[in-house]
């Protein structure tokens, strides 16, 4: 899948480097260095996703988050500061993904292939992750071909982990979601149920593989 | 990094919904004609001119010329008809411009009403939507269409337009004047270049009349200003930055000694919250304020005390009459409004005096006086004039001195003859009038005519009078008598409430002074003690909050005697900001009363005030004094709390911005050509094919992250900027993450994770964790040989909570675990494994941080064991079943 990318970065050497490893996989690519020339580059027509560097010149590169997802666009954001409150407050804000650098050229292309399957709707139907099947409208899970029981917020929470599949989905937003906006510091609650579905749903719960935690952030469903 | 202080989400996403949708401009006139239209194609052929992508969704030309050649840069979107009767309507196609979803749009008249059928009734709304599909909008709008002023429109133009557009949205738009003065709109009007609808032919004359256009006029830049004033304090609100008035209306109340003060100043409380306004109370202080009774001057007390707890500030002007006092004190402070209570004195009273609320009506130019009706009418008349000198010594007195002139007289007559005794009774009367006041002379002015009557004029020992010129005396007499007494009887009065007030306010004005020049708070409270006390004539304390108790922070005379029920009264007053102790509603059993310092930070103190007579602490005629003191107090505390708080904020930011600053550009300096070296590595494996080398570039390119991120941690650690975020942490989670990150670095070695889903969750900073096991399990890895296991393993005892990671490893020599966790202690062989000496040290700052143990010991089997240690409480009981699941 190749796309037409917009990387927002001050420094021109990393634009340079990461447009040559955009370019090789396929995807077309446009510069901004402000975050002002970010705004009208983002705008124009074609763009699908936007790599926005936090550290911009002329305004703090977080606030651009929502106003690029408002023009739907998918966004990742590039970081140097490795601090959990900055990824959660991105991801909050509507930011698909996050990447710290110094970053890997795969790892990057791999989070804007994940960025850009997931770019429209995902379907709420049935998915298979490894020997883990997910039918969200059934409301049943398999394992092996066996079906799992889960409990009502185990469910609550793998479905909203599947509706945005290789996404980090923040603790707050999981706790509000399907505990509700009482209970978004609750983190115990989200704990416990995750402990639940690793059990029921991981190979060797001790190394999961399929629901990954972030530390500080929020899970991941790696599909 | 340090987090740096910035916006939560939800004020980024309100700004963001904000700015991402489609801004509203306004061009606002006072009537049609003035060229609003015209504006409008102005600014949007600007806005083509700046590249911007403008089309004309609807624009009213009327015909005219030069506005139609506005037109001719602009792509007009077509019409939409919509059949209506009989006759074919062209409306504003809303779906058009949505579909065609150009930057900018122009569209005429705001306040129009669609036609039946339409998707919107008004096409406010149609704007309204084109914004949130974040299209700008500009657009035309005549001051009449604002809903709030219709009214107000209608009342003076006889004009009532239907269309109206909601307040709301106003303050939303950015508004531009486009504004013409009434002769040249006249003009324009003669001169047929303004355009009006038929119906409203009629109205014309009297609509476009001077005096219409002026009002309109005003209207129109008030609700402008109204409009910036309050983004001003949106803007205020959200950055908290208050304090800060937007220039504009000021509200003064004046509170006097009737009842039902309670009532004006909540009216004026409330014009105040509509204006958004600061406002003021004043009380005049009179001559005839010294001749109020108790309940008078309390009433007044509680008035102020009122008005200061609903925010508003309070002043005290000494002046000859309320009229005067208040005019002047308006023009003073350029107050834009006043709020006054409906006189309930008599129409005898108002005859002699003059109605205030008149007087001041046609006195002030450009302030609006606001009549309020308060209070009933019954309760105040018994209770003026008290302080008057009791009439009936001042009759005795009156009488007295008749007699004695008539014995003088009988004297003197048998020398000068009866011609020159009239005015020998001048002279009681005038005594009576100057030391007793009008109703003693009265008398004394009656029983003078009578004793002169009777004794000295023909026929004698009569009381009828012969001689016509002798009732000319007895009237110049009586004249004589008011005149004098209303005369020195004013003198009297005022001599006193001058002396009075000049006192108070030398004595305010010192104490202002000695409070500041103290600049610590102990000081500040003792020199309030001994000014109150001097002042009132009563012992007095002052508590201040030391951590969770009240201590005496002054007194006068000191160590005054304090017993528990006093402090529960003192800590009730503290706590609730309200009155207690003696002669209040709450704990009367205490012998003093307790007055809160209340301040914008909250209750600084109290001071608490005792008689020695066991009276009432604060005598009627003192309260007002009283509740200024009180104020003052309170001011000087919160200033030296504020200056306190400065100071140390300042300190700390100062500080904490450096090494922020420091801290962020250095990362922003290394990671940014670190990331530069590992996608250049990439772009070289990826032209030239994979090799060790960009291998090795990565590897080591990752490393120096590493490096760099355990610096900056230690700093934080050094300086003790870490904030711990404690959260309930599954270990399971943490060890998996941690592990997931490591993949790299443990590809050579096999990870056996013994940690069982059955631990209870641990309480640990998420971040600080992640950190410390990449130390542990990083450093298990580069001590331990190839194709070796690394084993992470928890284990539940009675009273903690293990996780280990054991390598197999050579182990340390003996004796070093304790210098183990010091900085840049390294060991044998850590050169070549490349570590910076760190890693144990952060494991350790963080552990202490989280309040964890950490240990370190060689396994009997070979290889190290550090471990994290959970005590009891650091552990989080298993949830009830129910609440998670």
């Known amino acids: 899948m190749t796309a037409r990318i917009l990387i927002v970065d001050d420094e021109s050497a990393i634009r340079r480097l990461v447009r040559g490893a955009a370019e090789r996989a396929g995807h077309s690519v446009a510069e901004a260095g402000t975050a002002a020339e970010a705004l009208v580059a983002a705008r124009r027509e074609g763009c699908e996703l936007v790599l926005l560097d936090l550290g911009l010149p002329d305004r703090d590169g977080i606030e651009l988050v929502p106003l690029i997802k408002a023009m739907d666009r998918a966004v990742i954001v590039l970081t140097a500061r490795d601090a959990t409150a900055e990824k959660v407050a991105a991801l909050d804000l509507g930011a698909d993904d996050y990447v710290v650098k110094p970053f890997d050229s795969d790892e990057l292309l791999a989070r804007i292939r994940t960025a850009l399957r997931h770019r429209s709707a995902v379907d709420a139907g049935a998915m298979a992750i490894g020997s883990v099947s997910i039918d969200l409208p059934a409301r049943r899970v398999t394992r092996d071909g066996q079906e799992v029981k889960l409990t009502r917020k185990e469910f609550a929470v793998l479905a909203e982990l599947a509706r945005h599949p290789d996404r980090v989905i923040t603790h707050a937003h999981l706790l509000r979601a399907v505990w509700g906006d009482a209970h978004v510091e609750d983190i115990e609650y989200l704990r416990v149920t995750m402990r639940g579905l690793r059990l029921k749903l991981e190979a060797d719960p001790a190394s999961p593989q399929l629901l990954r935690n972030e530390p500080g952030v929020g899970y991941r469903l790696v599909g | 990094m340090n987090a740096a202080p910035r916006p939560s989400p939800d004020a980024l996403l309100k700004a963001a919904r904000r700015e991402s949708r489609g801004q509203l401009k306004i061009f606002l006139g006072a009537a049609p004609g003035v060229g609003k239209t015209f504006e409008m194609l102005r600014e949007g052929a600007e806005r083509l001119k700046a590249g911007d992508d403008v089309v004309a969704g609807i624009v009213e030309t009327h015909g005219r010329a030069e506005t139609e050649a506005l037109m001719a840069p602009f792509e007009v979107l077509p019409r939409r008809n919509i059949s209506h009767g009989a006759h074919t309507l062209a409306e504003f196609d809303i779906d058009a411009m949505l579909a065609r979803k150009p930057a900018v749009a122009l569209i005429d008249e705001f306040a129009h009403t669609n036609a039946p059928g339409s998707r919107h009734p008004k096409r406010w709304q149609d704007i309204e939507e084109l914004r949130d599909a974040g299209i700008d909008v500009l657009t035309t709008l005549n001051i009449q269409h604002v809903e709030s002023l219709n009214d107000i429109v209608a009342g003076f133009t006889r004009v009532r337009v239907r269309e109206t557009v909601p307040d709301a949205i106003l303050d939303d738009a950015e508004i531009e004047i486009v504004d013409v003065p009434p002769d040249e709109l006249i003009e324009r009007l003669k001169a047929g270049k303004v355009y009006v609808p038929q119906e409203a032919t ?535 993450a941690a592990a997931q990150d490591l993949r790299a670095e443990l590809a050579r070695h096999r990870l056996v994770l013994d940690v069982p889903p059955t631990l209870p969750l641990v309480d640990a900073d998420p971040r600080m964790l992640h950190h410390v096991l990449i130390n542990l399990i990083g450093n298990a890895a580069k001590f331990s040989p190839v194709d070796t296991a690394i084993t992470v393993q928890a284990r539940r005892t009675p009273d903690r909570l293990t996780l280990a990671v054991l390598d197999s490893g050579p182990g340390f020599p003996p004796g070093e675990e304790s210098r183990l966790f010091d900085r840049f202690t390294r060991v044998d062989g850590d050169d070549m494994t490349g570590g910076t000496g760190l890693g144990l040290a952060i494991v350790k700052g963080f552990a202490d941080a989280m309040g964890l143990g950490v240990t370190a010991a060689n396994r009997a089997e070979g290889g190290a064991r550090f471990a994290l240690v959970w005590p009891e409480s650091a552990i989080r009981r298993p949830l009830k079943d129910g609440d998670a699941t």
């Open chain 2, 202 to 736: 009629r109205a014309l004359g009297h609509f476009f009349s001077k005096s219409n256009l002026s009002a309109l006029r005003e209207l129109a830049l008030r609700r402008a200003a109204q409009t910036v004033d309050r983004h001003l304090l949106d803007h205020v609100a959200s950055t908290g930055d208050a304090g800060n008035w937007a220039a504009g209306d000021r509200i003064l109340v004046a509170v006097g000694d009737q009842p039902g003060g309670d009532a004006l100043i909540r009216a004026a409380k409330r014009l105040a919250d509509a204006l958004r306004a600061p406002w003021t109370a004043v009380s005049i202080e009179t001559p005839r304020s010294a001749t109020l009774s108790a309940a008078a001057r309390s009433r007044m007390a509680d008035s102020l005390k009122l008005a200061s707890g609903l925010g508003a500030a309070i002043v005290t002007v000494p002046a000859r009459n309320v009229f005067e006092g208040l005019t002047a004190h308006i023009i003073e402070t350029r107050a834009t409004a006043v709020v006054i209570g409906k006189s309930q004195r008599s129409w005898w009273f108002e005859l002699r005096h003059g109605s205030v609320v008149d007087r001041l009506v046609r006195a002030l130019d450009g302030v609006a006086v606001h009549v309020v009706p308060v209070g009933d009418v019954a309760a105040s008349g018994d209770e003026m004039r008290s302080k008057r000198p009791p009439a009936t010594r001042g009759t005795l007195a009156g009488l007295g001195f008749v007699a004695l002139t008539t014995a003088i007289a009988t004297g003197v007559q048998t020398l000068v003859g009866p011609n020159s005794i009239d005015l020998l009774y001048l002279l009681p009367v005038i005594a009576t009038a100057t030391l007793f006041g009008l109703r003693s002379s009265l008398i004394a002015t009656a029983a003078a005519v009578l004793a002169y009557n009777f004794f000295f004029l023909p026929p004698l020992y009569t009381l009828t009078i012969s001689d016509p010129q002798n009732v000319i005396t007895v009237l110049v007499l009586l004249v004589v008598a008011v005149v004098a007494s209303q005369l020195a009887g004013g003198l009297r009065q005022e001599a006193t409430i001058g002396a009075r007030t000049a006192t108070e306010n030398a004595a305010l004005a010192a104490f202002g002074q000695r409070l500041a020049a103290v600049s610590d708070e102990n000081g500040t409270a003792q020199a309030v003690c001994e000014d109150v006390a001097d002042l009132l004539d009563v012992s007095t304390v002052l508590f201040a909050r030391d951590g969770a108790r009240l201590v005496v922070a002054g007194a006068s005379p000191a160590s005054p005697a304090i017993g528990p029920v006093d402090i529960a009264a003192a800590e009730w007053s503290f706590d609730r900001g309200e009155i207690a102790g003696r002669d209040s509603a709450t704990l009367t059993a205490s012998d003093w009363q307790f007055h809160p310092l209340e301040t914008a930070l909250g209750v600084l103190g109290v001071l608490g005030i005792a008689r020695q007579t066991r009276g009432d602490p604060v005598p009627a005629d003192k309260r007002l004094l009283f509740t200024t003191l009180l104020g003052q107090a309170a001011l000087a505390h919160e200033r030296l709390k504020l200056e306190a708080n400065a100071r140390e904020v300042s300190a700390l930011q100062q500080r904490d911005d450096l090494r922020a600053t420091l801290l962020s550009s250095l990362g922003h300096d290394l990671k940014t050509p670190l990331t530069a070296v590992v996608a250049a590595a990439d772009a070289l494996a990826a032209e030239h094919g994979a090799s060790a080398t960009t291998a090795t570039l990565k590897a080591e390119a990752r490393r120096l992250r590493r490096v760099f991120d355990d610096l900056v941690e230690m700093t934080r650690i050094e300086s003790g900027a870490l904030t711990v975020r404690r959260e309930a942490t599954d270990l399971t989670d943490a060890v998996a």
